[in-house]
C-alpha cells in the first residue's frame, strides 16, 4: 500500500517569496491533517479537512497560510508571504475516518526561509 | 486539551526491555491515550493506543494505570531502529492529535 506522499521535500525561499506544499493521502482516507513541525518541538497541527471540507483551521495564520483538498483527495498547502519563523518541516497526515485510528504521516516537506 | 507529562529523554541498552512512562492525572473519560513514535528526519508513526485496558501489538505493549492517570509504553527488546522520539497523546473520540515535545530514546549497542 502507497503511503502519505509530499513534495517537495526540501525548499529554500527568501523572506517575502511564497511556497506551496503538495500532499497524496493515502487512497480512501477521509481525513487529512496539515502540522508544522519546528526544530526541537513536536508537530502542531494547522489544519484538518474531512474530505474536501474544513473541521478544524483554528491554529492556521490565515493572514499568510491557506490550504485546500481538492475533490477530497489531493491537497495543497500555501504560505505567502513567508517569514522566518516559517521554517520547519511540513507534515501531511491523512486518515480513514479521523476519529482514534491510526493516522499515517507523509515525510514532510523542509522549508528554510532565509 | 488534557496534557500528558514526560521525560525528556531516556536510554537503553539493545535488546534490553524499555518502559516510557506518561502522565497525564487530568484525563477525562472518554481520552483515547495514543503513542507515537518519530525516528530521524521521518514523520510520526502510530504504535499503539487504548483506553482503559491494556494493550499489546507486534510493535509494543501500553499498559495503562487502573486509575487512568498514567500509562507506560513497553518496548519489549530494544533494538537501534527504536532510537526515536516517543509521544504520549491524549485525545477523545473523532478529534485532533496534539503532540507535545515527547521522550527522547536513546539506544546504545
Known amino acids: 500500500e502507497a503511503g502519505v506522499a509530499q513534495s517537495p521535500r526540501y525548499k529554500i525561499i527568501e523572506k517575502r517569496q511564497s511556497v506551496a506544499f503538495w500532499c497524496n493521502p493515502i487512497?480512501?482516507?477521509?481525513?487529512l491533517y496539515w502540522y508544522q513541525q519546528i526544530l526541537g518541538q513536536g508537530p502542531k497541527l494547522l489544519i484538518q479537512?474531512?474530505?474536501?471540507?474544513?473541521?478544524?483551521d483554528s491554529q492556521l495564520p490565515k493572514d499568510r497560510f491557506s490550504a485546500e483538498r481538492l475533490k477530497g483527495v489531493d491537497s495543497t498547502l500555501k504560505i505567502q508571504p513567508a517569514k522566518l519563523e516559517d521554517s520547519a518541516v511540513y507534515l501531511c497526515?491523512?486518515?480513514?475516518?479521523?476519529?482514534?485510528?491510526?493516522?499515517?504521516f507523509g515525510e514532510g516537506s523542509r522549508l528554510t526561509v532565509l | 486539551d488534557a496534557k500528558t507529562t514526560q521525560p525528556n529523554s531516556m536510554e537503553s541498552n539493545e535488546e534490553e526491555p524499555v518502559h516510557l512512562p506518561c502522565n497525564h492525572s487530568?484525563?477525562?473519560?472518554?481520552?483515547?491515550i495514543h503513542w507515537y513514535r518519530q525516528l530521524p528526519s521521518q514523520g510520526p508513526e502510530y504504535v499503539i493506543h487504548?483506553?482503559?485496558s491494556n494493550v499489546n501489538n507486534r510493535m509494543a505493549s501500553l499498559a495503562i494505570a487502573e486509575d487512568r492517570k498514567s500509562s507506560t509504553l513497553i518496548l519489549h527488546r530494544a533494538t537501534l531502529r527504536d532510537a526515536a522520539v516517543y509521544y504520549c497523546?491524549?485525545?477523545?473520540?473523532?478529534?485532533?492529535?496534539?503532540f507535545g515535545t515527547g521522550t527522547r530514546l536513546q539506544v546504545f549497542p
Open positions: 497526515a491523512s486518515s480513514l475516518f479521523g476519529d482514534t485510528g491510526e493516522l499515517f
Open positions: 487512497s480512501g482516507h477521509a481525513t
Open positions: 479537512f474531512q474530505n474536501n471540507g474544513v473541521v478544524d
Open positions: 487530568t484525563i477525562s473519560g472518554t481520552d483515547y
Open positions: 487504548g483506553l482503559t
Open positions: 497523546i491524549l485525545s477523545p473520540p473523532t478529534d485532533k492529535l496534539i
